[in-house]
């Protein structure tokens, strides 16, 4: 697993859901690697497959191996860190996911007794790698750089929406992820608060963090270094947005 692979990598995934006379593509053979450190955007018409393969990406879910008898060929596989997700049962992928995927989502999922910091984590108790007082310590500092401090030991009922996205973006990045994902993370939010959580990924990303968001939100797509558009199933656009063109990253 050297750090000369893609961070994540997706090798010719197919999805379907349904089987028989039923079945539906949602993705045809999609190839799509994701460097270390890239800032990423997914965009295309509801139903393009975005958010099915950001699911996969992140080992939510798995590809479509074979359908009605037939194995696909190329194998679908998608990679985690250079880990080869197929080779792994569901606990050992639960487990990759904890330890190197963050996720935000439209919904932010929080849970409404608990405060702020709980919240955040989380997944850090449920990883195991910090004492109790170590990951309390460490939410309360995430919810501190994204504009919380004020807020740690609220509940999350008395927050606003804005407010419970950045608990939740706080959340995605307690265990230090290799990658936050974020699945049109701005959705549910007015004009001021999704442009305050653009804001947010832009600085993560400048720290170094790997970012993949789906958004219908052309703005914050464009705030990418590379944005990625779908259609029916496939990348149809694969463009780098910091040069107009580069070598050897055309149409994917």
Request: glycine share 8%; with cysteine.
């Given at each position: 697993m050297g750090h000369?692979?893609?961070?994540?990598?997706?090798?010719?995934?197919?999805?379907?859901?349904?089987?028989?006379?039923?079945?539906?593509?949602?993705?045809?053979?999609?190839?799509?690697?994701?460097?270390?450190?890239?800032?990423?955007?997914?965009?295309?018409?509801?139903?393009?497959?975005?958010?099915?393969?950001?699911?996969?990406?992140?080992?939510?879910?798995?590809?479509?191996?074979?359908?009605?008898?037939?194995?696909f060929d190329p194998p679908s596989t998608i990679f985690i860190d250079g880990q080869d997700t197929s080779t792994l049962n569901d606990a050992e992928l639960a487990l990759l996911r904890n330890e190197k995927v963050g996720f935000v989502f439209q919904f932010h999922y929080l849970l409404k007794e608990f405060t702020a910091q709980e919240n955040v984590c989380l997944p850090m108790f449920k990883l195991g790698k910090l004492s109790r007082e170590q990951a309390m310590d460490r939410g309360a500092q995430l919810l501190k750089q994204l504009g919380m401090g004020d807020k740690v030991k609220r509940r999350a009922n008395r927050l606003s929406g804005g407010e419970q996205q950045r608990v939740a973006i706080a959340r995605a990045l307690a265990n230090e992820p290799a990658a936050?994902?974020?699945?049109?993370?701005?959705?549910?939010?007015?004009?001021?608060?999704?442009?305050?959580?653009?804001?947010?990924?832009?600085?993560?990303?400048?720290?170094?963090?790997?970012?993949?968001?789906?958004?219908?939100?052309?703005?914050?797509?464009?705030?990418?270094?590379?944005?990625?558009?779908?259609?029916?199933?496939?990348?149809?656009?694969?463009?780098?947005?910091?040069?107009?063109s580069l070598p050897g990253r055309g149409p994917g």
């Open positions: 000369t692979d893609p961070l994540l990598c997706a090798r010719n995934v197919r999805r379907v859901l349904g089987s028989a006379d039923n079945a539906n593509e949602v993705l045809k053979g999609v190839n799509l690697s994701i460097e270390r450190e890239e800032y990423v955007s997914i965009v295309g018409a509801s139903g393009s497959g975005k958010s099915t393969l950001l699911y996969l990406l992140g080992g939510l879910d798995r590809p479509t191996r074979a359908i009605n008898g037939r194995t936050l994902l974020a699945d049109e993370p701005t959705g549910n939010l007015d004009k001021k608060n999704s442009e305050l959580v653009a804001d947010i990924f832009q600085e993560i990303s400048e720290r170094g963090q790997t970012i993949v968001i789906v958004t219908h939100d052309h703005a914050i797509a464009q705030r990418a270094q590379r944005m990625v558009t779908m259609e029916d199933g496939n990348v149809i656009r694969d463009e780098d947005l910091h040069s107009l």
